[in-house]
């Protein structure tokens, strides 16, 4: 038996919050799928939906509902994709303009690395082994940002289906796992005081942006207690950013 563990706490500050919560569940339905011109995508062997939905910058959620009619497994089960299997993904100019720009991605890239140390200097004072970097994890860390960035929502919880993506992603990476949780966490440029054109990123650098993460969910006792967990070997973080650069979602992912 598959066991779940996250945590839950609402914590505010002036520009951020930070929440973590979970609940484990056997089918997902899909969300909405983008709009946009497609072309086919015919599966190859080892190929997994959460490999084919970063090739093409979409969440595994979008890219289940964009193929849920032809085929309806993906939505109980992502790890039932074949090989063979033809696929509607974003034509190439789509897939360009959803890209994040490289010098995006670099920064929240750094923000992630520099998460993952502050976490592990924070285990190793408890004696705790220090959490490993997993692409897998990442993957999935950076498509549940990114969902949340994309459709507007802040939650461990899909807002069209009040059910948890999480499962899904891990279904969907065929990882094998016996514990898994995650903790989410958003900074937002939403006071009155704070002008428009100020981003995220002009009031913060890539470490004081990491340390805000960091910080936060250690300063949360049921955060902390995640993060402390010392059954945990696996992690992935990832961040997405809005459009108008003024919230940045943060995601970590544990697993055994």
């Not at 100019?93 to 890239?109: F, G, I, K, V």
């Not at 913060?204 to 969910?217: D, H, I, P, R």
């Amino acid at each position: 038996m598959l066991r779940r563990i996250t945590a839950l706490l609402l914590l505010t500050f002036i520009l951020s919050a930070l929440t973590a919560c979970g609940i484990e569940q056997n089918v997902l339905p899909v969300a909405s799928a983008p709009a946009g011109n497609y072309i086919l995508y015919t599966t190859q062997p080892g190929d997994t939906v959460s490999q084919i939905a970063s090739r093409f910058h979409l969440t595994i959620e979008q890219l289940i509902a964009l193929n849920a009619d032809q085929y309806p497994a993906l939505a109980r089960d992502p790890s039932s994709l074949r090989a063979g299997w033809q696929l509607r993904v974003p034509s190439p100019d789509q897939t360009s303009a959803r890209a994040t720009p490289e010098t995006r991605r670099t920064d929240l890239n750094q923000v992630a690395v520099e998460i993952i140390e502050g976490i592990n200097t924070a285990r190793a004072q408890k004696g705790l082994a220090l959490l490993r970097s997993d692409v897998a994890l990442t993957r999935i860390a950076s498509n549940r940002s990114q969902d949340m960035i994309a459709r507007d929502y802040f939650s461990h919880y899909d807002p069209e289906t009040g059910q948890e993506p999480l499962l899904r992603y891990l279904q969907a990476t065929r990882l094998s796992y016996r514990y898994a949780g995650e903790n989410i966490a958003e900074v937002k440029n939403d006071s009155g005081w704070v002008p428009p054109w100020l981003t995220v990123a002009t009031r913060y650098s890539a470490s004081e942006l990491a340390n805000q993460f960091v910080t936060g969910w250690l300063n949360s006792p049921d955060h902390r207690a995640n993060l402390s967990r010392a059954y945990y070997r696996r992690t992935g973080v990832a961040l997405a950013v809005g459009a108008d650069g003024r919230r940045v979602v943060a995601t970590q992912v544990f697993s055994d």
